[in-house]
């Protein structure tokens, strides 16, 4: 396993929780462009939010703006997602995913699973109304 999503769990509407995305072994997180992605039930995965550290640049969907923050710890091979003011709606599995590629200026394919080499396995975000 090269990289695995943490920090999933249950939380009241308004709430936060931290995901964290760790890379294990030699697989640096630094090297790639970091995504976060979430599928609900019945619901395609949706790319959420990204950052590639090589040119400084992050990216959220609009429905995360100003909500989510991602962020990074070198030293700890690490990339988290920040989610504040939880809806409902957020409510599924969210995934990290690592793309050799990537950048996440690149507005166009940054949310498109298929340009993402490695994926970490779900963690569930519930968010109670």
């Known amino acids: 396993v090269q990289l695995q999503a943490y920090g999933g769990g249950l939380v009241q509407a308004g709430g936060s929780l931290r995901l964290s995305c760790v890379g294990s072994?030699?697989?640096?997180?630094?090297?790639?462009?970091i995504g976060w992605f979430r599928q609900a039930p019945g619901k395609e995965r949706e790319g959420i939010s990204c950052?590639?550290?090589?040119?400084?640049?992050?990216y959220y969907t609009e429905s995360v703006k100003g909500r989510f923050t991602i962020s990074s710890d070198d030293a700890k091979n690490t990339v988290y997602l920040q989610m504040n003011g939880l809806r409902p709606e957020d409510t599924a599995v969210h995934y990290c995913?690592?793309?050799?590629?990537?950048?996440?200026?690149?507005?166009?394919?940054?949310?498109?699973?298929?340009?993402?080499?490695?994926w970490g396995q779900g963690t569930l975000v519930t968010v109670s109304s």
């Open positions: 995913a690592a793309s050799w590629s990537l950048s996440c200026a690149n507005t166009r394919i940054v949310d498109s699973t298929s340009v993402y080499d490695y």
């Open positions: 950052i590639s550290e090589s040119d400084g640049n992050t």
């Open positions: 072994g030699l697989f640096r997180l630094d090297d790639y462009a």
